[in-house]
């Protein structure tokens, strides 16, 4: 053991909209999905180790698997080299917002800065969320989540919400009725904040229907969302339960997250800023 260590961040994943626009034979979904990064996370440390292990930390360490099972685990496996990893969990499990798949690409990041080379890991063989996380900021992501084409997006302000239920990714698939629908439209070149917000509200995210079904508390958080002041947009992110809603700056955003919490002190709140 040399003691060598590296840490890594691994944000938040978010679906800013999310359209499924078919189904291949295997079952998996197409989409065509904006995708943006928070700057609420978990965070990975490792160190040089005789052998694999994880450690969980942090405010929602509890009942994420601290095994083999773990994507963490897997990451580091994939790569081949033995790694001690602390993950200090602070996302919700099973939420929308590829808790579990961030962490995985901040574990393939700090191992390539840990072992000075490339990782040779296929994020894909990780999960459809993987190769997003690898980029870490604004991307479209289409195919089943292997075609990432990355993206230059002014920053925008959201609150994000977790009602304390997970949702199973395919049980929401599962639900969804029509797996052809249109694509996302064309987005627009320039224009900041304001001509994004115009754009996204002209898009979708398909899983939310079938994922307020089978929790319909999903519909309480984006009703109180939207009825924030300063709330432009209120969305669910990924397969749920995870919501969020975009405000014009941080500050209105904190406003809001303030009130939420203070409304409904079992949910996970948080404001942050998305890029
Ligand atoms: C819903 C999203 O979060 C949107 O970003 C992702 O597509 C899901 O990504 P993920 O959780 O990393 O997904 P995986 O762990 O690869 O797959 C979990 C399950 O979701 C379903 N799945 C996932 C991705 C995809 N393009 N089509 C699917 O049908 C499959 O049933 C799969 O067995
Ligand atoms: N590092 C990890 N963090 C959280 N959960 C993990 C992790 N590794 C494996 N898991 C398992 O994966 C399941 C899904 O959790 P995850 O947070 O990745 O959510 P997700 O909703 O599938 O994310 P996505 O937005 O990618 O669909 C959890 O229930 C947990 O058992």
Same mark, same amino acid.
């Given at each position: ?136 900021? %604004? ?18 302000? %959201? ?51 079938? %994922? ?50 203070? %409304? ?12």
């Amino acid at each position: 053991m040399t003691g060598r260590q590296t840490e890594a961040f691994a944000p938040a994943k978010i679906n800013l909209a999310l359209h499924v626009t078919g189904q291949r034979d295997d079952g998996y979904h197409l989409l065509d999905s904006l995708v943006m990064f928070a700057d609420v996370g978990d965070t990975v440390r490792l160190r040089d180790a005789p052998e694999v292990s994880l450690e969980i930390t942090g405010s929602r360490a509890a009942g994420v698997p601290a095994d083999r099972r773990n994507l963490c685990w897997k990451a580091a496996e994939a790569f081949g080299c033995p790694v001690a990893i602390t993950l200090d969990k602070h996302l919700p499990a099973a939420a929308g917002i590829g808790g579990g798949s961030s962490d995985a690409a901040a574990v393939l990041r700090a191992m390539e800065a840990l072992y000075g080379r490339p990782s040779p890991v296929d994020p894909l063989t990780l999960g459809a969320d993987v190769p997003v996380c690898m980029v870490g900021h %604004a991307a479209r992501m289409s195919g089943i989540g292997d075609h990432v084409l990355p993206l230059f997006m002014a920053p925008l302000h %959201a609150v994000l919400v977790n009602p304390g239920v997970e949702v199973s990714t395919p049980s929401v698939f599962k639900a969804l009725s029509c797996k052809e629908n249109a694509p996302m439209s064309e987005m627009p070149e320039g224009g900041g904040p304001a001509a994004a917000l115009v754009w996204l509200s002209a898009q979708r995210n398909d899983l939310q229907a079938p %994922a307020i079904a089978l929790q319909p508390v999903i519909g309480d958080v984006l009703t109180a969302l939207g009825g924030q002041t300063g709330a432009r947009l209120a969305r669910m992110s990924g397969s749920g339960a995870t919501c969020f809603a975009l405000f014009d700056d941080l500050k209105t955003a904190k406003a809001a997250a303030t009130d939420l919490q203070k %409304a409904h002190p079992a949910w996970w709140v948080a404001a942050c800023t998305l890029r």
